[in-house]
């Protein structure tokens, strides 16, 4: 079974940077989405970035397109997610998941993922 493990939350200032990682156990499938999604208290899930598998293809929010980059290192089986000119609205738990397409992990409730994180938390202040 996918293990998803999440590190990198914390908190910091507005216009700061976090670089968040997500390590799988075992090898993350080739054919499979691997992404970032976010919830915030009181709000709606929200996919973040999430980089298709097989292709490659990467998505971004458009909230977060220009600031935030996802990468992936495969010799590592880990997945990131650089933050950069973070902004107050931008605190939230965010969430490593896989899943067969992004859209998956973008929209759908837990169940429909193959894995997914405990969550690691980040906060930006004003």
């Known amino acids: 079974q996918l293990h998803l493990e999440e590190s990198g939350g914390g908190q910091v200032q507005a216009g700061g940077s976090l670089r968040l990682s997500c390590i799988a156990s075992?090898?993350?499938?080739?054919?499979?989405?691997w992404g970032w999604f976010r919830q915030a208290p009181g709000k709606e899930r929200e996919g973040v970035a999430c980089i298709e598998g097989n292709s490659g293809i990467i998505e971004y929010s458009d909230d977060v397109k220009a600031r935030f980059i996802i990468s992936r290192d495969d010799a590592k089986n880990t997945l990131y997610l650089e933050m950069n000119h973070l902004k107050v609205e931008d605190s939230a738990m965010y969430y490593c998941?896989?899943?067969?397409?992004?859209?998956?992990?973008?929209?759908?409730?837990?169940?429909?993922?193959?894995?997914r994180g405990q969550g690691t938390l980040v906060t930006v202040s004003s």
């Open positions: 998941a896989a899943a067969p397409l992004c859209m998956v992990i973008a929209r759908s409730d837990d169940d429909a993922l193959d894995a």
């Open positions: 075992p090898l993350m499938p080739d054919d499979n989405g």
